[in-house]
T-cell receptor, first 114, second 118 residues
Framework: AQSVTQPDIHITVSEGASLELRCNYSYGATPYLFWYVQSPGQGLQLLLKYFSGDTLVQGIKGFEAEFKRSQSSFNLRKPSVHWSDAAEYFCAVGTVYNTDKLIFGTGTRLQVFP | GAVVSQHPSRVICKSGTSVKIECRSLDFQATTMFWYRQFPKQSLMLMATSNEGSKATYEQGVEKDKFLINHASLTLSTLTVTSAHPEDSSFYIC??????????????FGPGTRLLVL
């Protein structure tokens, strides 16, 4: 069965610093991969997604993610973090054979210091 | 585009009452919607998949008689928590699957409903 691991529960960075949030998945074939962001008390907003093609995916708010099949990873990056990026970030995986279901990672809480 | 709304955003009710939560896709038709539950500081747990015009598919361990799902139209799915008890207090989030080639297989999420059962 597919699964998603976000190794970092909590990350703290200074405003303006670069950011990388890790995501590893387990699935035998090519997955559909997503990053969502959740502000406190809010629903989830889609940041970016990977279905196929270029392994470097650009998203909203200056985020990007790179799909690395050899490492089963889909890490989220941002070159310069803003205070408004403080939120919970979820990586999720869908599969070709069950594309209507998403398996979510446990999330990474990002804290940004001024 | 791809906006999903939920109503109400917050509800407080007494134990034993039933609560209905609505999920609407505002600018697209969604034959498939999903209902998730999220406990504090935890990830989302899929409760059920709601398909327009047919019965919902519940995940293992989710009581279908407790959490009634109705997907009567292509833009509306409802979750009714029947005879709610304090342990049902949670954050409930719906999502809608956006169809079509451009945005295939992408779920768009509602803002969530905070349920507190006293």
């Amino acid at each position: 069965a597919q699964s998603v691991t976000q190794p970092d529960i909590h990350i703290t960075v200074s405003e303006g610093a670069s950011l990388e949030l890790r995501c590893n998945y387990s699935y035998g074939a090519t997955p559909y991969l997503f990053w969502y962001v959740q502000s406190p008390g809010q629903g989830l907003q889609l940041l970016l997604k990977y279905f196929s093609g270029d392994t470097l995916v650009q998203g909203i708010k200056g985020f990007e993610a790179e799909f690395k099949r050899s490492q089963s990873s889909f890490n989220l990056r941002k070159p310069s973090v803003h205070w408004s990026d403080a939120a919970e970030y979820f990586c999720a995986v869908g599969t070709v054979y069950n594309t209507d279901k998403l398996i979510f990672g446990t999330g990474t809480r990002l804290q940004v210091f001024p | 585009g791809a906006v999903v709304s939920q109503h109400p955003s917050r509800v407080i009710c007494k134990s034993g009452t039933s609560v209905k939560i609505e999920c609407r896709s505002l600018d697209f038709q969604a034959t498939t919607m999903f209902w998730y539950r999220q406990f504090p500081k935890q990830s989302l747990m899929l409760m059920a998949t709601s398909n327009e015009g047919s019965k919902a598919t519940y995940e293992q361990g989710v009581e279908k008689d407790k959490f009634l799902i109705n997907h009567a139209s292509l833009t509306l799915s409802t979750l009714t928590v029947t005879s709610a008890h304090p342990e049902d207090s949670s954050f409930y989030i719906c999502s809608a699957l956006c169809p079509g080639l451009i945005d295939q297989e992408t779920q768009y999420f509602g803002p969530g409903t905070r349920l507190l059962v006293l």
